[in-house]
C-alpha cells in the first residue's frame, strides 16, 4: 500500500530500503525508469559503480532487523547528498514478533536521522483504536438500532470514551469540536503483536507532530487485499480473506483493491505535506481526522464481534460484485 510508485510517477526522488530481493528490485527498477522520479537504494560498496542493472538487482537492498545501524549511517549519508528536507516513510510489515521487531528498528533509524526539518509519513490501520466525530458515532449507533444483532448481545462500534463503575458512558468534552467519542476497530485475529508494532507507529507520530511540532502524515487506509495480508506466509491469510470477502455484505463497509488505497494514501500524503498547519482537538485526531476508513467509522456493531460472521459469509457466499460500469 505504500507510494513508492506514485511518487516515482510523479518526479519525486525516493531513498528507497528493502530487502535483498532480486525480483523485487528489478521491479522497481523498471517503475523507476519509466517514471520522471529519482530512485535511489543501497548496494554492498564493493559493487563496481559500473555494474549492470542486472547486477543492481541482485545486490540492492538492505535487512531492517539485521543492518539497521548501517541503514541508519548510509541514509544520513545519502540524505546529505540529495540537499533537501526528507520526509520519512516507514511502509512495513512482517508477520508474528517480526512486525514489531522491524517497527522498532524504523523507529530507532528515525530518531538517528533528525534533521530540524524532517517529515514523517505512515499508513495507519483502521484496525486501531480511534477518536471519531459525533456525527459518526449518530449514524453508527443509527445503524446499530436498525441491527437485529443488537438483540442478540452484539456490542455497538461508537461509543463516549469513559464509563463509570457501573458501565454507563459519561461524555468528554473535546473544544469546539463538541463531544469526543471512540471507535474501537481492534480485532483478536490479528494478535497482539500487530496492535503493538502499529501502536508504536501512531505514538511515534503523535510525539512527533504534538511535542516535536514536525509534519507529520499519518492516515488510516481502509481494508484492502493486500499479498501482506492474504498471502505470503501469513497463517491467518485464508481466514483474513474470507473475512474480507464477507465483510462485503455488511453495509457501510467497502473492501479495496491495493492498487487503489495506494494512489489514495500517495495523494493524502502529498496533500499533507503540502498543508502542513493543521490544528487537532485531540492529539489522536492526527490519523483520524481525514481517515480513509472504508466505514468502520460508521459501522453499528463493533468489528471484532462480527470477525466470526465476517468469515462465514465469505466462505458460503463470496464478496459482493461491484457494479460495473
Known amino acids: 500500500l505504500g507510494p513508492l510508485e506514485h511518487l516515482l510517477k510523479w518526479g519525486a526522488t525516493v531513498i528507497a530500503v528493502a530487502r535483498r530481493r532480486e525480483a523485487s ?12 522520479g529519482s530512485l535511489i537504494f543501497p548496494v554492498p560498496s564493493e559493487l563496481s559503480i559500473e555494474a549492470s542493472e542486472e547486477q543492481l538487482a541482485c545486490q540492492a537492498g538492505a535487512d531492517l532487523l539485521m543492518d539497521a545501524p548501517e541503514i541508519a549511517a548510509w541514509l544520513k549519508i545519502a540524505i546529505s547528498e540529495a540537499g533537501v528536507a526528507p520526509t520519512i516513510g516507514a511502509y512495513t510489515y512482517l508477520d508474528g514478533d517480526a512486525h514489531v521487531r522491524v517497527n522498532l528498528a524504523c523507529d530507532a533509524i528515525i530518531r538517528e536521522v533528525p534533521p530540524p526539518a524532517t517529515s514523517l509519513a505512515y499508513i495507519q490501520s483502521n484496525s486501531m483504536v480511534y477518536p471519531v466525530s459525533e456525527q459518526a458515532r449518530a449514524v453508527s449507533l443509527r445503524a446499530y438500532d436498525a441491527s437485529k444483532l443488537r438483540l442478540l448481545g452484539f456490542p455497538k462500534n461508537c461509543r463516549l470514551p469513559w464509563a463509570s463503575a457501573g458501565g454507563a458512558e459519561r461524555p468528554l468534552a473535546n473544544g469546539a469540536e463538541g463531544m469526543c467519542c471512540v471507535q474501537d476497530g481492534i480485532v483478536n485475529v490479528q494478535g497482539p503483536n500487530y496492535a ?3 501502536s508504536i507507529q501512531l505514538w511515534r507520530a503523535i510525539l512527533t507532530h504534538s511535542r516535536d511540532s514536525h509534519v507529520v502524515s499519518s492516515n488510516i487506509a481502509p481494508a484492502a487485499r493486500s499479498a501482506s495480508v492474504v498471502g505470503g506466509k501469513n497463517k491467518n491469510a485464508g481466514t483474513i480473506a ?13 473492501v479495496f483493491e491495493p492498487e487503489t488505497v495506494s494512489a489514495c494514501m500517495a495523494a493524502l500524503l502529498v496533500y499533507d505535506l503540502c498543508n502542513s498547519s493543521i490544528s487537532l482537538a485531540n492529539p489522536l485526531e492526527l490519523s483520524s481526522r481525514q481517515a480513509f476508513h472504508g466505514g468502520t467509522f460508521r459501522l453499528g456493531i463493533k468489528p471484532n464481534a462480527l470477525g466470526p460472521l465476517f468469515v462465514l459469509y465469505g466462505k458460503l457466499f463470496g464478496a459482493v460484485k461491484l457494479p460495473q460500469p
Open 25 to 36: 528490485w528489478k521491479g522497481l527498477i523498471n517503475v523507476a525508469h519509466a517514471s520522471a
Open 196 to 198: 503493538l508494532a502499529k
Open 242 to 254: 474470507a473475512a474480507l470477502d464477507g465483510m462485503t455484505h455488511f453495509k457501510p463497509l467497502c
